[in-house]
Structure formats: C-alpha cells, structure tokens
C-alpha cells in the first residue's frame, strides 16, 4: 500500500478523506485483501508527509466502516472481504457514474445522448484492447 | 484544556504595540501554522508566548503556565528552534547537547545525536562551520532533546533548499507521531506546511485575522475559473476576491464557497476547483476576507 497511496494538498478534499478513498479503491481493486497489513500510523505518515491525526482519522473512519480492524499489539489490517471488496467496487462505479452523468448535463447532452456515448467508449475500448 | 492559549495579548516595545489583541488556542497535539507577511507580528506574538516579552495586556498559557511568570518551569517543558539557531559558532552540537543536559533535569543525549545522526548533521564541527539547513537541523534535534510537550519553532525553514526543508519537516512528523507533541510553527513555508498543520492562524499588522482549522479554510475557499460567457454577479454570493479576466475565461479567488448553493445557482463544479494554502492565505491578506 505504501507508495500506491497519494494526496494532493490543493484538493478540496480533506486529506484524511483521500487516504480513506485511496484505502477504499485499494479494496475495492483487490490490492488490499482481508488479513492483509496495512501501514501504521507513523509510517504512513512519514510517507506522505502529512500530520499523524490526519492519518489516524483516516483509519478511524476505515475502521467504523468494517473495512480495517485494529488488532491491539499486532497492528492495523484489511476486515474486508469478498463481501466488502464488491461493495467497495459498486460504490466507486456509482460514483463514477454520478460524476459521468453531471458532465454529460453540465455540456447540455440528454440521457440518450450520454447513453450512447457510453455505449460507444465501451466498445472501443473492448476493441481497442483486443 | 489547551496546550497553548491566549487572549487579547497585546505585546510590543516600549509604547509600540505590535501585536495587538491576539487570540489563539491549540489543543494538546495540535498543529497550529502561524502565518503572516513580513512585519505582521509573528516573532513578536512567539517571543510573547516564550516569555521573552512581557505583555502590556491581556494574557497567554503555555500548558496552564504563564510564560512571563514562571518561564523557568515553562521552558523545561517547551522545546524551542529559534530563527536564527542561537548555538555559539565555536561550540560543537555535541558540547551543546551535553551542556544541556546539565541545565535540564531531563535530557536525552543519546537521542540527540542519534537524530544528528540520522539528519547526517556532524555533531563533532564547530555550530558555525556547518551549513544553513544542518544549523536549522542542529536546532531541532536540539530542541527535542528535553522531549518538550510543546515544540515552537520561528520560520524555522527560512533559506532552506527544497532537500533540507522536507528533511526537516519530515523530522518535525516523526515527532509529532512519536509523542503527540503540540507544536506553534511561525512560518512562511506555505507548502510546507500546508499537509503537517491541523490548524491555520494568520496574522495581519499584528491582529489575528482568522484562526480555524485548516479543513474549515479548505471548504470554504475555492480557486475560480470561469469561461469567459458566465456572468460575474453569479459569483458575488460566494466571496469573490482578485477576479479578473485571463483572456480564456475569469478567474480569482473565492473565500466563502458552498457547495450546495453552488449547485443550487446552477454552476458548474469544475469551475470551482481546491485552493492550496498559498491562494487561500494571499486572497485573506490582500482580498481582506473575513
């Protein structure tokens, strides 16, 4: 995880939300898988230069949410499993969704429109890569 | 309670004030980035909350002591890098460490040069053959030795290189990690600083124009850039400052966005992008937001 993870300080997303996006896509692509280890808290934020509360509020939400679980003495690792990681997969696609729909209103397009153009890449991009 | 308070402090030499009416809090842990141009106020405000200056009114708190009055207690628990690191030039870190060490009932001398070490800073060269950024990091480890509850440090990265400034905050993390130290960084290393703080205090001809927490600042600015064909009374509502044109399209500064209102008033999300810390504290310094 470490290296993978990045934030971007002019965002107008709070840091400790990247992190807990950034851990969430990680789930969500398999990279991070249950049982598996994550950075602790100093480490991680040695690594991305950012204030250890930042980092620890990021776990503290990961780990209201079932994703991470704190095993005392031992560390912090992924809880989520199969169950979690579709979960996780479905809400960055709804996500992206969300953000795909807004574009395709803000330009003025109707439904069919932006449902056609989806189409269209889809297909490409199947074409593109066989 | 708070690690570092004060409320309405005024400080300054002799009938001058110069900084007037301050208010500040950090809470135990926090990470309070004090900003300001050149002549605002901060090396006074820190010499006040050191108890090198006394107040002419109002009061602070440094971990419910009071800087002027019980300085002797307070420093033995403040760790302090000073803006120019104040090591006579003959004296090696090392001797420095170890007289320390004798003044101070605790003092972890090992941990000293162990961090030297590690900053690869020669604890055997005189202070005042090492370079700028060794200096600084001579200070730090310095500083910590006494394993302070509070860390304050005055533009500590001043003429540093962009290699040493993030040696020294990254020296400055582990700290914080290690012991949850509070921590007063007068600074104009915006970038710097922007990831490490927690919280933001700006200070402007010696009053505290705002003090909140970095995340709260980040919500409500947002960096403009409309095309050319949108109608600059849309943005009035949301704090515009420093708008003008580029040719392409507007641009400039706003100081009191709202995410909701913004979709409400049928705006475009990506013309309202994240401000970073150096657009954020130039439009409240120039644009006089608040």
């Known amino acids: ?130 | 309670m708070s690690a570092i308070a004060c409320e309405r402090l005024t400080l300054g030499y002799g009938r001058r004030e110069v900084v007037v009416e301050a208010g500040l809090e950090v809470p135990a842990g926090g990470f309070l980035a004090l900003l300001g141009r050149n002549g605002a106020g901060k090396s006074t405000l820190v010499r006040g909350l050191l108890g090198l200056l006394p107040p002419i009114a109002g009061s602070a708190r440094i971990l419910g002591l009071d800087p002027w009055k019980d300085r002797a207690a307070l420093m033995a628990k403040v760790g302090v890098v000073p803006e120019t690191p104040d090591v006579p030039p003959a004296m090696t870190l090392a001797d420095a460490s170890a007289f320390c060490g004798r003044l101070r009932g605790t003092w972890d001398a090992a941990g000293v040069l162990e961090r030297l070490d590690r900053m690869g800073v020669d604890a055997r060269k005189p202070f005042g053959d090492l370079s700028r950024g060794q200096r600084t990091q001579g200070a730090l480890a310095l500083a910590l030795g006494g394993s302070p509850e509070v860390l304050v440090l005055d533009d500590p990265t001043q003429g540093l290189d962009p290699v040493a400034r993030r040696a020294f905050f990254r020296e400055v993390l582990g700290d914080l990690a290690e012991r949850g130290t509070t921590v007063l960084m007068a600074t104009h290393d915006l970038e710097g600083v922007e990831t490490l703080a927690d919280r933001v205090a700006v200070l402007h001809e010696g009053r505290v124009l705002v003090q909140a927490p970095l995340e709260d600042l980040k919500a409500r600015f947002r960096r403009l850039n409309a095309p050319a064909q949108a109608d600059p009374a849309a943005f009035a509502p949301f704090g515009p400052v420093h708008l003008r044109g580029n040719g392409l399209g507007l641009e400039g500064t706003l100081a009191a966005f709202d995410a909701d209102a913004w979709a409400r008033a049928g705006l475009d999300p990506d013309w309202a992008r994240g401000a970073d810390l150096e657009t954020i504290f130039t439009a409240m310094v120039e644009g006089g937001a608040e």
Do not use: C
């Open chain 1, 1 to 130: 995880m470490r290296g993978t993870l990045q934030v971007d300080p002019a965002s107008a997303v709070p840091i400790w939300k990247q992190i807990e996006e950034g851990v969430r896509r990680l789930v969500a692509g398999g990279a991070l898988a249950a049982g598996d280890p994550v950075p602790s808290v100093r480490d991680l934020a040695r690594d991305l230069a950012v204030n250890p509360a930042t980092v620890a509020k990021a776990y503290q939400q990961l780990t209201e949410a079932g994703l991470l679980v704190v095993r005392r003495g031992e560390g912090t690792f992924v809880q989520a499993g199969p169950e979690g990681q579709r979960r996780e997969r479905e809400a960055l696609l709804a996500q992206g969704a969300a953000a795909y729909a807004g574009l395709a209103r803000n330009l003025g397009f109707a439904r069919g429109e932006a449902e056609s153009a989806l189409e269209r890449a889809w297909t490409e991009e199947k074409g593109g890569k066989a």
